[in-house]
């Protein structure tokens, strides 16, 4: 039965007439889905609270970050006590360098590392780098793949722009996008015929590892090798936007789970523990190309926010020291949460592809395999909307978009699972 969510409308309705659609993030207006956003006041472990007094299990966590539910007690004492001492200084603080150490820690490929305030930061930051670094203007990039609104990414971006049926973005000038190449994921026939015409040309390539923005895609075995053997072959970088799987895959992220070794990374969400916060890093003769070093500019009067710098150590600290709990109990519960709901489906008929690593995972309404973004778009949007309709109406709060990932956090337990797996059987009817 639909939830009331009578003050939540009228909340949009105001919204709407200071924000454009209502909202400061394109997704959250639920066009993709149907019906109204609901708003909300709080959270806890792994529930969201709505002004009407709705409770949801949430299967979003912040599009990724959240790991350890919301108002982790250890990182909400830090905040607390950060704030204490003040909000922002535009100065530099001892937390920069211990958050780094952590990070550098837990990925061996980061030797040295900078931090900005967003995904879209690191990835736009590491883009220009690798561009300065090599002396090279021409950028590779995956279909379906989001790395963030800088003009050059949006080029089939997915993501957001896959869900709203936008082709690109009005407003990026076609002399930016014509350095962008886009390719198919898992095909490294096209990446080398690419090399093969522009072999002095491409600067980098950018990939996330596994795609979270075309909703959970694995990379085909020998696929992350074969790109990181082409473009150091041809004195590319290799930049692997960890932006959602780092720390979020394993405490080393998707590399250490592919075993594979980039030029850069890019890093954010888990990483500033729910407040805004990036990275980027990698070999340090790459980074020594940053000012004031180097002749590259990167530059940010809120980089190192000493509330983002606090919940990113107490988050990390925690997922260090419980390694071992952490992405074990997150394996298992998510396995049990995706496979149960295919299990569902299969017994009813319902055409769907699950494809999961880790604590991600996406059920694409097709009866394709799923394995890159042209593969996504063949699952059915309108069913996608109706289940998700009937799941946020049985209490649980799914990403509002078939082309985006879905997440677990150490919050979600039996009883959480069973909620799910409940809420699915009526929704699947």
Same mark, same amino acid.
């Given at each position: 039965?639909?939830?009331?969510?009578?003050?939540s409308?009228?909340?949009?309705?105001?919204?709407?007439?200071?924000?454009p659609?209502?909202?400061d993030s394109?997704?959250?207006?639920?066009?993709?889905?149907?019906?109204?956003?609901?708003?909300?006041?709080?959270?806890e472990?792994?529930?969201?609270?709505?002004?009407?007094?709705?409770?949801?299990?949430d299967?979003?966590?912040?599009?990724?970050?959240?790991?350890l539910?919301?108002a982790?007690?250890?990182?909400?004492?830090?905040?607390?006590?950060?704030?204490?001492?003040?909000?922002s200084?535009?100065?530099?603080?001892?937390?920069e360098?211990?958050?780094?150490?952590?990070?550098?820690?837990?990925?061996?490929?980061?030797?040295?590392?900078?931090?900005?305030?967003?995904?879209t930061?690191?990835c736009?930051s590491?883009?220009?780098?690798a561009?300065?670094?090599?002396?090279?203007?021409?950028?590779?990039?995956?279909?379906g793949?989001?790395?963030g609104?800088?003009?050059?990414?949006?080029?089939k971006?997915?993501?957001?722009?896959?869900?709203?049926?936008?082709?690109?973005?009005?407003?990026?000038?076609?002399?930016?996008?014509?350095h962008?190449?886009?390719?198919?994921?898992?095909d490294?026939?096209?990446?080398?015929?690419?090399?093969?015409?522009r072999p002095?040309?491409i600067?980098?390539?950018?990939?996330e590892?596994?795609?979270?923005?075309?909703?959970?895609i694995?990379?085909?075995?020998?696929?992350?090798?074969?790109?990181?053997?082409l473009?150091?072959?041809?004195?590319?970088?290799?930049?692997l936007?960890?932006?959602?799987?780092?720390?979020?895959?394993?405490l080393?992220?998707?590399q250490?789970?592919?075993?594979?070794q980039p030029?850069l990374?890019?890093l954010?969400?888990?990483?500033?523990?729910g407040?805004?916060?990036?990275?980027?890093g990698?070999?340090?003769?790459?980074?020594?190309?940053?000012?004031?070093? =180097?002749p590259v500019?990167?530059?940010?009067?809120?980089?190192?926010?000493?509330?983002a710098m606090?919940?990113?150590?107490?988050?990390?600290?925690?997922l260090?020291?419980?390694?071992?709990?952490?992405?074990n109990?997150?394996?298992?519960?998510?396995?049990?949460?995706?496979? =149960?709901v295919?299990?569902?489906t299969?017994?009813?008929?319902?055409?769907?592809?699950?494809?999961?690593?880790?604590?991600?995972?996406?059920?694409?309404?097709?009866?394709?395999p799923?394995?890159?973004?042209?593969s996504?778009?063949?699952?059915d949007?309108?069913?996608?909307?109706?289940?998700?309709?009937?799941?946020?109406?049985a209490?649980?709060?799914l990403?509002?978009?078939?082309?985006?990932a879905?997440f677990?956090?150490?919050?979600?337990g039996?009883?959480?699972?069973?909620?799910?797996l409940?809420?699915?059987?009526?929704?699947?009817?």
């Amino acid at each position: 039965m639909p939830r009331s969510l009578i003050r939540s409308h009228h909340l949009q309705q105001r919204a709407e007439k200071f924000l454009p659609g209502g909202v400061d993030s394109p997704v959250r207006a639920f066009r993709a889905v149907g019906g109204y956003p609901p708003f909300l006041t709080h959270a806890e472990g792994a529930y969201l609270y709505d002004e009407d007094g709705n409770r949801y299990l949430d299967l979003f966590g912040s599009w990724g970050p959240m790991i350890l539910g919301h108002a982790f007690p250890t990182v909400v004492e830090a905040i607390q006590q950060a704030a204490a001492n003040g909000a922002s200084f535009g100065a530099s603080i001892a937390a920069e360098a211990n958050l780094a150490e952590l990070v550098t820690h837990c990925f061996p490929s980061i030797e040295k590392l900078r931090f900005v305030s967003s995904g879209t930061e690191a990835c736009m930051s590491a883009i220009r780098l690798a561009r300065g670094f090599t002396g090279r203007n021409f950028v590779i990039k995956f279909e379906g793949c989001y790395h963030g609104h800088s003009d050059a990414m949006l080029v089939k971006a997915g993501s957001g722009i896959a869900t709203l049926g936008i082709p690109g973005s009005a407003g990026v000038p076609a002399e930016t996008a014509m350095h962008t190449l886009a390719l198919p994921f898992n095909d490294l026939d096209a990446i080398a015929s690419v090399f093969a015409a522009r072999p002095h040309d491409i600067a980098c390539a950018i990939v996330e590892p596994v795609v979270g923005n075309a909703g959970t895609i694995p990379p085909a075995p020998g696929y992350l090798e074969g790109l990181r053997a082409l473009t150091a072959q041809h004195g590319a970088l290799l930049i692997l936007d960890e932006v959602m799987t780092g720390f979020r895959l394993s405490l080393g992220g998707a590399q250490q789970i592919y075993n594979i070794q980039p030029d850069l990374t890019t890093l954010g969400k888990i990483i500033g523990g729910g407040l805004p916060c990036g990275a980027f890093g990698g070999r340090a003769d790459i980074m020594q190309h940053l000012a004031p070093l =180097g002749p590259v500019y990167q530059a940010g009067t809120l980089s190192g926010n000493p509330l983002a710098m606090a919940a990113g150590i107490a988050t990390l600290r925690h997922l260090i020291d419980h390694e071992e709990d952490v992405y074990n109990n997150l394996e298992q519960t998510t396995a049990i949460i995706a496979e =149960g709901v295919a299990r569902i489906t299969q017994d009813r008929n319902i055409p769907l592809t699950t494809n999961r690593v880790g604590s991600m995972f996406t059920w694409f309404f097709t009866s394709q395999p799923v394995t890159n973004f042209a593969s996504a778009v063949t699952s059915d949007t309108a069913v996608f909307g109706q289940f998700h309709r009937a799941m946020l109406d049985a209490g649980v709060w799914l990403p509002p978009s078939q082309f985006e990932a879905a997440f677990v956090s150490t919050a979600h337990g039996p009883t959480e699972t069973a909620i799910i797996l409940e809420a699915a059987r009526h929704a699947l009817t």
